[in-house]
């Protein structure tokens, strides 16, 4: 005992010196509740602890006290991630942020095994195989959940708002995103569906708009959906917003994003540069809880600069930034070390982005017979409606029934349509 408090009191003059404010330093009494708590553990616990343990876990307390995307990585932690990043290993394709005694779903990422087994942004997954979760950080979380390939796991979930969890059995697969996709609504709306900011979302992301030009009727609108897009990479997610953002147009502040932070060498500021992509077509944003970090630093930056419409529902509020440091040659930490902050100087963190019009219900029942009903909010719905006058256009039937069929399986996604629909008439007339 008395070496234990000997050894710490050195380590911690070492770690702590006079350099940090006199108020802020640790006292001997404090010290040697450490070590006295560590020694009571080491005598009286029911099994036999050793000190390079309960010091390792010490520091992951330390470390999961401050939030939740803090965390200490060790070497067998470390070694995991390297198998992951060079073979293959079976996942469930879902983002996760710990809780206390659960994971909360951020998003299901699209056509994975969870998003098809149902599992949505919100939910709390108390138990994996019949285990309940305790504290868990979140990287011995995607270890658990994680596997080889066409193994099963079993989850406890719990949706809020229902009487009780369910269990649900789900097959791992390899995992492999498609960051985007793209399509024409329509005869001349485009779509581009961004599932996340990673190495290769702006090259893709380049290759989508170029096909969507190219469509025969030309891109009178265009709707970026990042619902369930729980963020990626800083660059990614910059680079991807400047191609919508010309700044000869944007005046005296051309920011896209700016992280403050409280240490030197955390403060950065991107700005966007000159060019339009898409030569200032309207823009509709699609967002939802699932909408996190990158994805919100896209839909605040467009909707700063007044370049987009923001539909859907609050986003996540993920505006923290997380810095990988080395602690020595087998440990680093994950540690938040700085605010993300949108072009008019907000930060998101814990709010989100109340969107400009907001759409909570995702789709409607259609009910038999009440094909056409979507086409009755029209003039031409009145039997004693006034003549065109022209001979009319032979109609496109097969357009107006696809964007109806949006309204059922996809009603946020309508509503963008519909306004992007009402901004042409608008500019039609002016």
Known sequence: MFKLLTYLIILFAIIFPHAYAEEDQLSQDEIERFAKVMAQIKYYYIEDVDFKTLF???????????????????????????????????????????????????????????????????????????????????????????????TKVELTVFTPGDKSPRKVVLVREVIKLKAVREKIIGNDIGYIRISIFNKSTYQAVNVAINKLKRNPKGLKGLIIDVRNNPGGLLDSVVQISDLFLDADKLGTNKKIVSIKGRAEGTNFAANATSGDKVSNVPIVVLVNQGSASASEILAAALRDHNRAIIVGTRTFGKGSVQSVIPVDKTSLIKLTTALYYTPNNVSIQAKGITPDVVVSLTEIQEQEGDSNMLDLMS????????????????????????????????????????????????????
């Not at 942004?121 to 138990?127: A, K, P």
């Open 56 to 150: 390792s876990n010490a520091i992951k307390g330390m470390m999961r006290g401050l939030d939740p995307h803090s965390d200490f990585i060790d070497e067998a932690q470390i070694k995991s991630f390297e198998t992951q990043s060079t073979g293959q290993y079976g996942g469930l394709g879902i983002e996760i942020i710990p809780e206390p005694g659960a994971l909360r779903v951020v998003t299901p990422f699209d056509d994975t095994p969870a998003q098809r087994a149902g599992i949505k942004t919100g939910d709390l997954i108390i138990g994996i195989n019949g285990k309940i979760l305790k504290n868990l950080s979140t990287d011995e979380a995607i270890n658990m959940l994680r596997g080889k390939p066409n």
């Open 379 to 430: 003039e031409q719905s009145f039997v004693d409606h006034i003549q065109n006058g022209t001979k009319d256009k032979k109609k496109n039937v097969n357009d107006t029934s696809n964007i109806n069929k949006i309204a059922y399986d996809d009603f946020q996604l309508y509503q963008a349509v519909r306004i992007l629909q009402g901004i042409q008439i608008i500019q039609k007339t002016v």
